[in-house]
């Protein structure tokens, strides 16, 4: 029922770069700062990227953020295997009220 | 550093309550919205509603108005998520998360509330 579409997995080998996409609406995305979370294997969501492109404190530049029109875009370079999680986007949707949240990518390192 | 610290695991019959706590240190309480948040296993993030601490005002989402009451203890730093009428979908891992504005910034641990016959 996410209201925001990513794929389901991706995959790279280590060191190389994968990037996912979080496909939304005007109500939502296209009208609002984009974040992004990881979540490794048994532990809670972390905070990645907030208001479509920055990081907070403690973040490595390898991950990147951007937004165009109801679209937005998680990207990570020099792949690691603790990249390894699941990455979801999230939003404000207007028409809803409510914080939606991406259906998940699954990141595996090959 | 800032901490938020969930109560443990919970097992329900259905059409019984649970009431999950959620415990914050290292910032001022009032100061962050408390969002919750849950999770089926295998699944992706549900966002259930918000509550303000300051003023205790909430809101929900649409699919729990009526079953879900956010609370709390501003002398304890405490939040808390009761959810009625459990059925065996509301099964999942529950997170408690402050806010600044509608950005999720720190996540309690998790509470795991399984609800069986």
């Known amino acids: 029922q996410s209201v925001l579409t990513q794929p389901p997995s991706v995959s790279a080998a280590p060191g190389q770069k994968v990037t996912i996409s979080c496909s939304g609406s005007s109500s939502n995305i296209g009208n609002n700062y984009v974040s992004w979370y990881q979540q490794l294997p048994g532990t809670a969501p972390k905070l990645l990227i907030y208001?479509?492109?920055k990081r907070p404190s403690g973040i490595p530049d390898r991950f990147s953020g951007s937004k165009s029109g109801t679209s937005a875009t998680l990207g990570i370079t020099g792949l690691q295997t603790g990249d390894e999680a699941d990455y979801y986007c999230g939003t404000w949707d207007s028409s809803l009220s409510a914080s939606v949240f991406g259906t998940g990518t699954k990141v595996t390192v090959l | 550093q800032v901490q938020l610290v969930q109560s443990g695991a919970e097992v329900k019959k259905p059409g019984a309550s649970v009431k999950v706590s959620c415990k914050a240190s290292g910032y001022t309480f009032t100061s962050y919205d408390i969002n919750w948040v849950r999770q089926a296993t295998g699944q992706g993030l549900e966002w259930m509603g918000w509550?303000?601490?300051?003023?205790?005002?909430?809101g929900y989402a649409q699919k729990f108005q009526g079953r879900v009451t956010m609370t709390r203890n501003t002398s304890i730093s405490t939040a808390y998520m009761e959810l009625s009428s459990l059925r065996s979908e509301d099964t999942a891992v529950y997170y408690c998360a402050c806010a600044a504005g509608k950005l999720l910034i720190y996540w309690g641990q998790g509470t795991l509330v399984t609800v069986s016959s």
């Open positions: 509550m303000n601490p300051n003023s205790g005002n909430t």
């Open positions: 208001e479509n492109n």
